[in-house]
C-alpha cells in the first residue's frame, strides 16, 4: 500500500547523500528518466538567497527502498534544488558577491588604500582583487584575512604599513561569512518520502511536473514511456545515451539502476533511450538533419520522435505513443532503422546538387530549410517506400514507379517551398497533410514557378537599403543554386567551394552613388543584381564591377565573354549607369537607371531557373493561360472530379489533339454552335478564322490550337455546371484509344 510519510533533511544530509560515493546510511540517487540540471547562473544565486533568508524553497519528494544495511531515497522531484544546495556547500566561495561584505567595511577598505589618482579605477582592481581572492577557495572556512591582504599590498603599496587596521576592518565579515556557512548546513527543509509501487513513479514525476518550470514533452516521455529493453547493434546510439547519463553519473551523482559498462556491453536500452540517441545520431550522421546543434549531451533533440511519428502515424499528437512504434519492431529495430536512414539519404541525394552547391558562406553543413520541411519529404518517402503495416517493412510493389516520380519531385519542392516560405508555418500538420494528400505527386507546374519567383522578386524591389546592405537570403542561394548547378561543367563542380555570390552592381559602390545623389536607398541586394563568380576574380577586382577594373581580365584568366555567358548574364550598356557623372539631385535618375538595370536582368534569371527546373524557357514570361495548356497529368476520375472546368477543357482538349482522337466530325461538331451547346458551351467551342471572332475575341484563349494541320482558337467560357455536360463527350473520346 502506498505512504507517504514527512521528514526533515539537512542541507548538509542532501549534500552529502548526494554525493556519488557516499556511503553513509541514507543515500541519495537520480532516477533515469530524471531530466539534467537546467538552472542557470541566475538561479541558482536566487535560490542561495532565499536559503540565506531562510525563505522556503519547497519541498522534496523522495521514493524510499533499502538496499541491505543502507536506506536509498530516489530523487522524483527536487534535483535542480537538492543540485545547488550541494553545488553550495560544496564550494560556496563561487556564490560570493561584495555585497556579502558590509558597505562600511567596503568603505573603510577603500579609504585605507585609495589615495589620489583615479579614485574609481583604484576602487574597481580593490573589487576585483577580492572577489578573485574569495573565488578561488574552496569554502568559506578557508578564508584567511592576510591572505588577502598580501594579494592587495602586491597591487597597493601603500597598504604594507597597514596590515593591523586591514585585519580589524574585515575581522567580523570574515567571521559571519563562516558562521553564516555553518549554520546553513545544519538548515532544516521538508521531504515527503513515498513508499509505494515504483512503476508509478513516472506517472508521479509526470503530475508533478506538469505545472510551474515546464518540462518538455520529451523530458516527459522519458518518465512516462516503458521502461522495458531491448537490445540493438547501433553503438553509436548507444553512445550518446551514455554521453546523457554521464552528465550527471561520472563526478556527481548516483544514478538508480545504471551500469555504464553493462549498457555499453550489452547495448541494452528502452524506447526512450533508443529514440533519444536515435535524434542524437542522425544529428551528425546528416547534415540536412543537423538541427539542434547547441543542446547539451542530456537535452533531448526531437528530431527522431518527429520523424518516426511523420512516417508511422498521421497527427502530431500520436508523438507521444511513438514508443509503441519501438516496441512493435523490438526484435526488428535494424530493419526500422536502415529503412529510415535509407529514407533520409534517398531525399538528400535528390537535394544535394542544391544543397551542396556552396556560396561564399563559408560556414560547413550550411543548410537552407527547415526540420519540418526536409522531414515532411523523408516521410512521405518512407510512406511510399514501405508498408508501414508490415512488420517487416516491406517494400511496396509500386516504388520504382513512385521512385521516379519524387526523383523528379522532390528537388523542385525543395525550391518551390524555400520560394514560397511554404514552411514559414504550420510545421508538423503540413507534414501530415502532406501525407494524406500526396502532396509530392503533383509536379510543381510552370505557372506555380513562374508566379512564385515573381512575388518573391516584387517583395525586394522595395527595399531601401544605404548604409547597410542585406546579405544574400536562404532563397538567394537557392534560386542562384538552381541555375548555376544546372549550368556549370563537370569542372567547374570539382572547385565548387571556390564561388562567391558577387552584386554584379557592387555594393560599395552603389551605396556611394546612392550617398553621393541624396539617395533614400535603393534594393542593392536584389535576387536579379546577384551572380556567382569564381572566388578569385570576384576578390581580386575589389568594388570595382566587371567592366570598370582594366586589370580583371588579365588576373582572371577569363575573357569577358566567358564571365557575361557563363557567370553574370549581362553587357557591358546593363552597367554603364554607374559611370556616370552624377550630382546631389540626381537620385531619381540612378533609381530609375538602377531599376531598369533589375528589371531586364530580372527576366534573364527567371528565365534561366526556370528553364533550370525543366521548362522551355518560351513561355516563362506568358501569363497562366499556358499553364492551363501543360500535359503534365492524368485523365483519372479525381482528376476529372475535381479539376476547375475551364482548365479540364483546355487540357483534354489538347490530350485529345496529342493522341490524334479527334475526327473531322468531331472538329466539325465543335465549331458548331447548337452542338457546343449541349456540351455546355453558349459559344462554338472552336473557331478557325479569327475573322470570326468579331467582338468575342476576349472570350477565346489568345494561343492558337493546332488541329491536324489547321490552327483554331479554344473558347474559354465556361462555368462549373457545365461539367456534366462536358464529360461524358470527353469520356466516350477516350473510350476510342
Known amino acids: 500500500m502506498a505512504d507517504c510519510t514527512?521528514?526533515?533533511?539537512?542541507?548538509?544530509?542532501?549534500?552529502?547523500?548526494?554525493?556519488?560515493?557516499?556511503?553513509?546510511?541514507?543515500?541519495?540517487?537520480?532516477?533515469?528518466?530524471?531530466?539534467?540540471?537546467?538552472?542557470?547562473?541566475?538561479?541558482?544565486?536566487?535560490?542561495?538567497?532565499?536559503?540565506?533568508?531562510?525563505?522556503?524553497?519547497?519541498?522534496?519528494?523522495?521514493?524510499?527502498?533499502?538496499?541491505?544495511?543502507?536506506?536509498i531515497y530516489t530523487l522524483i522531484d527536487g534535483l535542480q534544488r537538492g543540485s545547488c544546495i550541494k553545488e553550495y556547500l560544496s564550494s560556496p566561495s563561487k556564490f560570493f558577491k561584495l555585497c556579502d561584505l558590509s558597505d562600511e567595511t567596503l568603505q573603510s577598505i577603500y579609504n585605507l588604500i585609495v589615495s589620489s589618482g583615479d579614485k574609481n579605477a583604484q576602487i574597481a582592481i580593490i573589487n576585483e582583487t577580492i572577489l578573485d581572492?574569495?573565488?578561488?577557495?574552496?569554502?568559506?572556512?578557508?578564508?584567511?584575512?592576510?591572505?588577502?591582504?598580501?594579494?592587495?599590498?602586491?597591487?597597493?603599496?601603500?597598504?604594507?604599513?597597514?596590515?593591523?587596521?586591514?585585519?580589524?576592518?574585515?575581522?567580523?565579515?570574515?567571521?559571519?561569512?563562516?558562521?553564516?556557512?555553518?549554520?546553513?548546513?545544519?538548515?532544516?527543509?521538508?521531504a515527503i518520502v513515498y513508499t509505494g509501487d515504483e512503476n508509478t513513479l513516472?506517472?508521479?514525476?509526470?503530475?508533478?511536473?506538469?505545472?510551474?518550470?515546464?518540462?518538455?514533452?520529451?523530458?516527459?516521455?522519458?518518465?512516462?514511456?516503458?521502461?522495458?529493453?531491448?537490445?540493438?547493434?547501433?553503438?553509436?546510439?548507444?553512445?550518446?545515451?551514455?554521453?546523457?547519463?554521464?552528465?550527471?553519473?561520472?563526478?556527481?551523482?548516483?544514478?538508480?539502476?545504471?551500469?555504464?559498462?553493462?549498457?555499453?556491453?550489452?547495448?541494452?536500452?528502452?524506447?526512450?533511450?533508443?529514440?533519444?540517441?536515435?535524434?542524437?545520431?542522425?544529428?551528425?550522421?546528416?547534415?540536412?538533419?543537423?538541427?539542434?546543434?547547441?543542446?547539451?549531451?542530456?537535452?533531448?533533440?526531437?528530431?527522431?520522435?518527429?520523424?518516426?511519428?511523420?512516417?508511422?502515424?498521421?497527427?502530431?499528437?500520436?508523438?507521444?505513443?511513438?514508443?509503441?512504434?519501438?516496441?512493435?519492431?523490438?526484435?526488428k529495430i535494424d530493419t526500422l532503422e536502415k529503412a529510415l536512414f535509407?529514407?533520409?539519404?534517398?531525399?538528400?541525394?535528390?537535394?544535394?546538387?542544391?544543397?551542396?552547391?556552396?556560396?561564399?558562406?563559408?560556414?560547413?553543413?550550411?543548410?537552407?530549410?527547415?526540420?519540418?520541411?526536409?522531414?515532411?519529404y523523408i516521410a512521405f518517402t518512407f510512406r511510399k517506400k514501405y508498408d508501414i503495416n508490415d512488420d517487416n517493412l516491406k517494400v511496396l510493389d509500386t516504388w520504382k514507379e513512385f521512385k521516379n516520380k519524387l526523383k523528379d519531385n522532390?528537388?523542385?519542392?525543395?525550391?518551390?517551398?524555400?520560394?514560397?516560405?511554404?514552411?514559414?508555418?504550420?510545421?508538423?500538420?503540413?507534414?501530415?497533410?502532406?501525407?494524406?494528400?500526396?502532396?509530392?505527386?503533383?509536379?510543381?507546374?510552370l505557372g506555380q514557378f513562374s508566379t512564385a519567383y515573381d512575388?518573391?522578386?516584387?517583395?525586394?524591389?522595395?527595399?531601401?537599403?544605404?548604409?547597410?546592405?542585406?546579405?544574400?537570403?536562404?532563397?538567394?542561394?537557392?534560386?542562384?543554386?538552381?541555375?548555376?548547378?544546372?549550368?556549370?561543367?563537370?569542372?567547374?563542380?570539382?572547385?565548387?567551394?571556390?564561388?562567391?555570390?558577387?552584386?554584379?552592381?557592387?555594393?560599395?559602390?552603389m551605396k556611394s552613388l546612392n550617398r553621393l545623389t541624396n539617395g533614400e536607398g535603393l534594393p542593392i541586394s536584389h535576387i536579379a543584381n546577384l551572380c556567382y563568380l569564381p572566388e578569385y576574380e570576384n576578390r581580386s577586382k575589389g568594388s570595382k564591377n566587371f567592366y570598370q577594373d582594366n586589370e580583371y581580365l588579365k588576373k582572371s584568366g577569363n575573357t569577358l565573354e566567358t564571365i557575361e555567358s557563363k557567370y553574370s548574364f549581362t553587357k557591358a550598356e546593363d552597367l554603364e549607369f554607374m559611370d556616370l557623372p552624377y550630382t546631389d539631385s540626381d537620385f531619381d535618375a540612378l533609381k530609375e537607371y538602377y531599376l531598369e538595370f533589375i528589371k531586364s536582368r530580372n527576366e534573364i534569371i527567371k528565365e534561366k531557373f526556370l528553364t533550370a527546373l525543366g521548362f522551355t524557357t518560351t513561355n516563362a514570361t506568358k501569363t497562366n493561360e499556358v499553364e492551363e495548356h501543360q500535359l503534365q497529368?492524368?485523365?483519372?476520375?479525381k482528376y476529372l472530379r475535381v479539376t476547375k472546368i475551364g482548365k479540364l477543357v483546355v487540357q483534354s482538349i489538347k490530350k485529345l489533339v496529342n493522341e490524334n482522337l479527334l475526327t473531322d466530325d468531331d472538329i466539325f461538331n465543335l465549331r458548331d454552335k447548337k452542338f457546343s451547346s449541349r456540351l455546355g458551351c453558349w459559344l462554338?467551342?472552336?473557331?478557325?478564322?479569327?475573322?470570326?471572332?468579331?467582338?468575342?475575341?476576349?472570350?477565346?484563349?489568345?494561343?492558337?490550337?493546332t488541329i491536324n494541320g489547321s490552327d483554331y482558337y479554344l473558347c474559354k467560357e465556361w462555368r462549373e455546371e457545365n461539367r456534366k455536360k462536358f464529360l461524358p463527350w470527353l469520356k466516350e473520346v477516350l473510350g476510342r484509344k
Open 133 to 190: 581572492y574569495v573565488h578561488s577557495l574552496k569554502t568559506f572556512d578557508d578564508l584567511e584575512i592576510f591572505e588577502l591582504y598580501d594579494a592587495l599590498v602586491s597591487k597597493f603599496p601603500i597598504l604594507a604599513s597597514k596590515s593591523s587596521e586591514f585585519g580589524k576592518i574585515l575581522k567580523n565579515d570574515f567571521k559571519a561569512l563562516k558562521e553564516n556557512y555553518t549554520s546553513l548546513s545544519s538548515m532544516t527543509i521538508p
Open 202 to 331: 513516472p506517472e508521479i514525476f509526470e503530475r508533478i511536473n506538469s505545472k510551474g518550470v515546464a518540462l518538455t514533452e520529451y523530458e516527459i516521455y522519458a518518465a512516462s514511456w516503458p521502461r522495458r529493453e531491448f537490445t540493438i547493434s547501433n553503438e553509436n546510439i548507444v553512445e550518446y545515451v551514455l554521453k546523457k547519463y554521464d552528465t550527471l553519473n561520472d563526478s556527481e551523482y548516483a544514478i538508480k539502476d545504471y551500469d555504464r559498462d553493462a549498457k555499453r556491453i550489452n547495448k541494452n536500452l528502452n524506447a526512450f533511450e533508443y529514440v533519444f540517441g536515435l535524434s542524437k545520431c542522425i544529428q551528425n550522421k546528416y547534415t540536412s538533419l543537423s538541427f539542434y546543434k547547441n543542446l547539451k549531451d542530456d537535452e533531448t533533440n526531437p528530431i527522431a520522435f518527429q520523424l518516426l511519428n511523420a512516417c508511422f502515424n498521421t497527427a502530431h499528437g500520436q508523438i507521444k505513443d511513438v514508443h509503441k512504434i519501438i516496441t512493435r519492431f523490438i526484435d
Open 6 to 71: 514527512p521528514e526533515f533533511w539537512t542541507l548538509k544530509d542532501i549534500k552529502d547523500s548526494l554525493e556519488k560515493e557516499w556511503n553513509g546510511k541514507k543515500k541519495i540517487v537520480i532516477p533515469m528518466f530524471q531530466r539534467g540540471k537546467r538552472w542557470n547562473k541566475d538561479k541558482k544565486e536566487t535560490f542561495i538567497d532565499s536559503l540565506r533568508k531562510r525563505y522556503p524553497i519547497g519541498t522534496l519528494l523522495f521514493y524510499k527502498t533499502v538496499e541491505g544495511t543502507q536506506e
Open 342 to 376: 535509407d529514407s533520409i539519404e534517398f531525399v538528400n541525394k535528390c537535394i544535394d546538387p542544391i544543397l551542396k552547391f556552396k556560396g561564399n558562406n563559408r560556414k560547413d553543413g550550411k543548410i537552407f530549410h527547415s526540420q519540418y520541411q526536409i522531414m515532411s
Open 455 to 509: 512575388s518573391y522578386s516584387e517583395s525586394l524591389i522595395g527595399r531601401r537599403e544605404n548604409r547597410q546592405v542585406t546579405n544574400p537570403s536562404d532563397t538567394d542561394y537557392v534560386i542562384l543554386n538552381t541555375i548555376y548547378v544546372n549550368s556549370f561543367s563537370a569542372m567547374d563542380q570539382l572547385s565548387i567551394d571556390k564561388f562567391d555570390v558577387e552584386h554584379i552592381a557592387t555594393k560599395d559602390q
Open 633 to 637: 497529368y492524368e485523365l483519372d476520375e
Open 410 to 445: 522532390i528537388w523542385k519542392y525543395y525550391v518551390y517551398d524555400i520560394l514560397t516560405k511554404y514552411w514559414g508555418e504550420g510545421g508538423t500538420g503540413k507534414i501530415h497533410t502532406a501525407n494524406a494528400e500526396n502532396r509530392y505527386f503533383t509536379p510543381v507546374s
Open 684 to 705: 462554338p467551342i472552336l473557331v478557325y478564322d479569327e475573322s470570326d471572332l468579331g467582338d468575342r475575341r476576349n472570350r477565346y484563349y489568345s494561343e492558337k490550337i
